[in-house]
């Protein structure tokens, strides 16, 4: 479930960065994030990516893997794709969930 908790525009010709933090699963990195279930037992690695190829990881580090964009003005919308590698065990009956921070810098 993607949650969005504020629309906000940015002044035209403001640049801004758009980051993705590791997210709260055990062990995760932004290059390897981590679904936990409620009993905490099991994980789910999964992957978010800034392009539908999923070949550019979406993490936080400005210059390197975050979403750049230019205001003008209004509310923008920014696709994130998120993988499940192939062959990943899915616990039968789990409710997988993880809480991703997204910061906006400008």
């Given at each position: 479930m993607l949650r969005r908790s504020s629309r906000r525009a940015c002044t035209d010709t403001t640049t801004y960065n758009i980051g993705l933090n590791?997210?709260?699963?055990?062990?995760?990195?932004?290059?390897n994030?981590?679904?936990?279930?409620?009993?905490?037992?099991?994980?789910l690695p999964y992957h978010m990516y800034s392009d539908a190829a999923h070949t550019l990881n979406w993490g936080d580090t400005i210059g390197v893997d975050t979403v750049t964009g230019t205001g003008n003005g209004l509310a923008q919308s920014h696709t994130v794709y998120g993988v499940i590698p192939t062959g990943?065990?899915?616990?039968?009956?789990?409710?997988y969930i993880d809480t991703i921070t997204v910061t906006l810098t400008y």
């Open positions: 590791a997210g709260l699963g055990i062990g995760a990195t932004v290059n994030r981590s679904m936990t279930d409620s009993s905490l037992s099991h994980s990943s065990l899915v616990e039968p009956g789990a409710d």
